[in-house]
């Protein structure tokens, strides 16, 4: 079946540095790919996607690429804010219809000023 | 527009209880997934539910239960307690439940159990 393979963290950044968190994942054919963001005290929210092979996702400076030669969508921010220290998952979809997302086991970040 | 509701946002239970967890989903969407994240699994799922029919289920005991009204608004229910269950649960909702949707999660019901 589906499953994800997340870097585990901590991760600790002095603010402005560069960011990657590396995701690697195993499916059934070329499923979406999605980053979710948990910021402390709240739920998931979805970060980035992205539908196909070779396809970039980007959203409030952070970007990952499909990458179906190696099975990769890393994460990558080039210059980390105090704000987005948070908890990182990659995803992917079920391999049949429905909506029960396999995650990462997801990477803290903490970004200090 | 309002996101996804969940209530009550804190419970408190003991062994032995039975817990009942609401969600409302965003207006429109009529797929609502359930997920119990804790320290040490991370997100596992737990079932969903399309159309007041649960589509998929995960690897939990049936003691976890749930049902979906047909305004799409889902309840999950636990029954006899285990101080394991202690977790943050989460709902999620879509509008029509495709894989490739993404989902929007509500903020949880952390139930911390005595």
């Known amino acids: 079946g589906n499953s994800v393979t997340q870097m585990e963290g901590p991760v600790t950044l002095s603010e402005e540095a560069f960011l990657t968190i590396n995701c690697t994942y195993t499916?059934?054919?070329?499923?979406?790919l999605f980053w979710y963001v948990q910021y402390p005290g709240e739920g998931l929210q979805l970060l980035l996607k992205?539908?196909?092979?070779?396809d970039k996702g980007s959203n409030k400076g952070f970007e990952a690429t499909y990458r179906k030669e190696t099975t990769s969508f890393h994460l990558e921010k080039g210059s980390v804010q105090v704000s987005d220290s948070a908890v990182y998952f990659c995803?992917?979809?079920?391999?049949?219809?429905?909506?029960?997302?396999?995650f990462g086991g997801g990477t803290r970040v903490l970004v200090k000023p | 527009k309002a996101g996804v509701t969940q209530t009550p946002r804190y419970l408190i239970k003991t062994r032995g209880q039975q817990v009942t967890l609401s969600c409302s989903p965003i207006?429109?969407?009529?797929?609502v997934s359930w997920y119990q994240q804790t320290p040490g699994q991370g997100l596992q799922f737990l079932f969903e539910?399309?159309?007041?029919?649960?589509?998929n289920k995960g690897n939990f005991p049936g003691r976890f239960s749930g049902r979906q009204f047909s305004n799409s608004r889902s309840e999950m229910n636990v029954s006899t307690l285990e101080l394991g269950d202690s977790a943050l649960y989460l709902c999620?909702?879509?509008?029509?439940?495709?894989?490739?949707?993404?989902?929007?999660f509500g903020d949880g019901t952390r139930l911390s159990i005595l």
């Open positions: 995803a992917l979809p079920p391999e049949a219809a429905g909506n029960k997302l396999t």
């Open positions: 992205a539908t196909k092979a070779d």
């Open positions: 539910y399309f159309s007041e029919t649960q589509r």
């Open positions: 999620a909702s879509s509008r029509t439940g495709n894989s490739n949707q993404p989902q929007h």
């Open positions: 207006s429109g969407h009529r797929s």
């Open positions: 499916a059934t054919g070329y499923p979406s």
